[in-house]
């Protein structure tokens, strides 16, 4: 069971809005940012987000949050090449490692 | 251009050992920690050890610790991971990715990763 609570899965049509949401604990969430990965067909991650800032080249459609202990990843206009898992993780101080969400897997309708 | 460049995986039976390496290019070595994750057929993925930019501080998830080892060359700008006593459950893409921090405790993301290298133990 991962640390971190990701919904298994997400579907929408093309230009549709989606949000992914990411729940941990004080421990974590509650103390750090967080990152978002995409994988798609079990290729390489590749990082969409970190602490709710775009890394360059990354569509605006993509977008960050956090409350408390949740935090969320938006897509605004839906694109099948959005089609993916993604992961969200975070450090965990009381554990002294990096935590992992299972993963969310995004369906293009 | 920013780049991870991971080796070292292939075949091992179990109780053998493999080294992994993680090549670093086109930025300042030192100013980042360091990463492995982990993905085994069909499951998510898995963080399995970090290591600061001066080679410091280590760390470890529970399910590698004591068997694994972590360090990493700040000359030849490269992250090792020395896997002992490996297990069938060990068999995964192993990734190497980049922490934004220079210490794993700041909680930085990772914004760089490698296209990883396959172990199987069998």
């Known amino acids: 069971q991962s640390a971190l609570t990701q919904e298994a899965s997400v579907s929408g049509t093309v230009g549709q809005k989606v949000t992914l949401s990411c729940t941990g604990n004080?421990?974590?969430?509650?103390?750090?940012?967080v990152g978002w990965y995409q994988q798609i067909s079990h290729g390489a991650p590749k990082t969409v987000m970190f602490?709710?800032s775009l890394p360059s080249g990354i569509p605006d459609r993509f977008s960050g949050s956090k409350s408390g202990t949740t935090a969320s990843l938006t897509i605004s206009g839906l694109q099948p090449e959005d089609e993916a898992v993604y992961y969200c993780?975070?450090?965990?101080?009381?554990?002294?490692?990096?935590?992992f969400g299972g993963g969310t897997k995004v369906t293009v309708l | 251009e920013v780049q991870l460049v991971e080796s070292g995986g292939g075949l091992v039976q179990p109780g053998g050992s493999l080294r992994l390496s993680c090549a670093a290019s086109g930025f300042t070595f030192s100013n980042n920690a360091i990463n492995w994750v982990r993905q085994a057929p069909g499951k998510g993925l898995e963080w399995v050890s970090g290591?600061?930019?001066?080679?410091?501080?280590?760390y470890y998830a529970d399910s590698v610790k004591g068997r694994f080892t972590i360090s990493r060359d700040n000359s030849k700008n490269t992250v090792y991971l020395e896997m002992n006593s490996l297990r069938a459950e060990d068999t995964a893409v192993y990734y190497c990715?980049?922490?934004?921090?220079?210490?794993?405790?700041?909680?930085?993301?990772?914004?760089?990763w490698g296209q990883g290298t396959v172990v199987s133990v069998s």
């Open positions: 290591i600061s930019g001066s080679g410091g501080s280590t």
């Open positions: 990715a980049r922490d934004r921090g220079v210490i794993l405790t700041l909680g930085n993301a990772f914004d760089i």
């Open positions: 993780s975070t450090w965990d101080y009381s554990l002294s490692v990096r935590v």
């Open positions: 004080s421990n974590n969430i509650g103390s750090y940012g």
């Open positions: 602490e709710n």
